[in-house]
């Protein structure tokens, strides 16, 4: 242990210039991402979850989409298919309400069958994925690729389904007005 006394106004005033320039130059440097100026990412969240068992046979697949503009939002709908486990397309009827697309297939699907929900996913020229933020404001022409995004099963009978327990997985506080560290905004964020 090192006891250092100090005296004096000037030497203190001294020291704590001192003790500013070692921390700053020790400190790491980290993207400024917890700045509120830094825009929100559009993300998406399909309702039944990958591996999903006993989806009732009169369930809506619903994908919730935030902070994604609202013109851009009855579009996302046509961004998925439902396939059985034949890999037919089943054909779905598509309702957007406000941050939430509801996908009914046409038809109830059958008992005992194992569904697949598919969304194209945008490429640019090169190959490379882009996300939905990319993919938003994209002025190069972008290639679409189908891939899986969950897998689930329907039960044996329509009186064999369970009420299904809600749970919040991931929380979103957003303040616009609140002030924040480098704007008008403030967020908070688990996942």
């Given at each position: 242990m090192v006891l250092v006394v100090i005296s004096g106004k000037e030497t203190m005033r001294r020291v704590g210039i001192v003790c500013l320039v070692l921390a700053a130059a020790l400190a790491r440097a980290a993207p400024a991402l917890a700045c509120s100026c830094v825009g929100p990412?559009?993300?998406r969240s399909v309702v039944p979850r990958d591996g999903a068992t006993d989806f009732p046979i009169d369930g809506l697949v619903r994908v919730f989409v935030m902070d994604f503009p609202a013109p851009q939002r009855g579009a996302i709908g046509a961004e998925y298919r439902l396939r059985d486990a034949s890999g037919a397309v089943v054909a779905l009827d598509v309702?957007?309400?406000e941050t939430r697309i509801d996908l009914r297939p046409h038809a109830p699907p059958a008992s005992s069958a194992t569904y697949t929900l598919e969304q194209v996913f945008a490429y640019d020229t090169a190959g490379t994925r882009l996300t939905d933020l990319q993919r938003i404001g994209a002025t190069s022409s972008l290639r679409g690729i189908w891939s899986p995004v969950t897998t689930f099963?329907?039960?044996?009978s329509p009186g064999a389904t369970r009420a299904l327990v809600p749970t919040l997985t991931n929380a979103r506080l957003l303040f616009r007005y609140g002030g924040g560290d480098c704007g008008p905004s403030t967020s908070a964020r688990r996942a």
């Open positions: 990412m559009p993300t309702a957007v309400v099963t329907t039960p044996a």
